[in-house]
């Protein structure tokens, strides 16, 4: 399984991420913020994630971030939306 969850740079969204990354059926978590640069949570869960864990930069108020988003986590996918 594959999940997107969006605003996991603190708060539910990170608690959320936590939780998935070390299931076995999860096998990528593409984690979505603002600024995932500067989150400080999410560097750290990516760089214990082994590769599980797929940073993307995403403001939902920003209409050409939000439009690259997509392709992004197709392309990644096997440019599958599933």
Do not use: K, W
Not at 19 to 42: K, M, Q, Y
Request: charged fraction near 20%.
């Amino acid at each position: 399984m594959r999940v997107f969850v969006q605003g996991a740079s603190r708060g539910i969204g990170l608690a959320l991420t936590r939780h998935l990354l070390p299931r076995d059926e999860v096998e990528i978590v593409f984690a979505s913020s603002r600024n995932p640069g500067t989150a400080a949570g999410l560097i750290e869960l990516n760089s214990a994630s082994g590769g599980r864990l797929s940073l993307v930069e995403l403001d939902v108020i920003d209409e050409q971030r939000y439009r690259s988003c997509g392709p992004m986590v197709s392309n990644a996918n096997g440019g599958s939306s599933r």
